[in-house]
């Protein structure tokens, strides 16, 4: 079965200082992995994707994920959080055979503190 | 390119009324979903059109809710009659196609915020 966790209801971090929020995939065959960011009152709004290809993945707004096989892990980086990144982050993951769900993770809201 | 369009933004209502939501997705993007986000989690898949055709549907509460997309364009998400638990935000989303090793995302409209008294 399809899932994806993100262990960290939370992450602070203070402005100018890196960002990482987590999330680990379990899923058959090869995933298509994907972050969104949801601002309050507002839908989800698409930052990255990794599909196949380099493990490195940059994306909207300096953000950047690294896709790890080994590990079943594709966390969200940034090098130096804005406090107008503070938001809740989603990972999503697809099954590259199965042409039906996007499975989401339970979110991370990401305070960043000037 | 306009976005995904949802109204209306808010709704309050009282158990055992009726609701409908619509969306009228990007234009050309033949893939439409409709979920439930509950505060403090994840959006839930409730159902998902290929054009005009339903995909998959195996988490909507058939009982109560019900959607359509007659013209596999704009769609209705309709819940009769709501539960306390029913309050969530519905969101719409869309992609351009979904065909198996697709890895197109999808792009999220503002959502519907229910409230059930």
């Known amino acids: 079965a399809q899932s994806v966790a993100q262990p960290e209801d939370q992450v602070n971090v203070a402005e100018g200082n890196p960002l990482t929020v987590k999330c680990t995939y379990s899923?058959?065959?090869?995933?298509?992995l994907f972050w969104y960011v949801q601002y309050p009152n507002r839908g989800l709004q698409f930052l990255l994707k990794y599909i196949t290809g380099d493990n490195l993945v940059k994306g909207s707004y300096g953000f950047e994920a690294e896709f790890n096989k080994s590990q079943t892990s594709f966390h969200l980086k940034k090098p130096s959080a804005l406090v107008s990144d503070s938001a809740l982050y989603f990972c999503?993951?697809?099954?590259?055979?199965?042409?039906?769900?996007?499975?989401f993770g339970s979110g991370t809201k990401l305070n960043v503190k000037p | 390119e306009a976005g995904v369009a949802q109204s209306p933004r808010y709704k309050i209502i009282e158990k055992r009324q009726s609701v409908a939501f619509w969306c009228n997705p990007i234009?050309?993007?033949?893939?439409l979903y409709w979920y439930q986000q509950i505060l403090g989690q994840g959006p839930k898949l409730l159902i998902q059109?290929?054009?005009?055709?339903?995909?998959?549907d195996s988490q909507l509460p058939k009982d109560r809710f019900s959607a359509e997309r007659l013209k596999g364009v704009d769609s209705t998400l309709k819940i009769q009659p709501a539960k306390l638990e029913d309050s969530a935000v519905y969101l719409c989303?869309?992609?351009?196609?979904?065909?198996?090793?697709?890895?197109?995302?999808?792009?999220f409209g503002p959502g519907t915020r229910l409230t059930v008294l």
């Open positions: 059109f290929q054009n005009n055709g339903v995909v998959d």
């Open positions: 999503a993951v697809r099954a590259s055979y199965n042409f039906n769900k996007f499975y």
């Open positions: 234009s050309g993007h033949a893939t």
């Open positions: 989303a869309s992609s351009s196609r979904l065909l198996a090793g697709d890895g197109n995302e999808q792009f």
């Open positions: 899923v058959s065959g090869n995933p298509y």
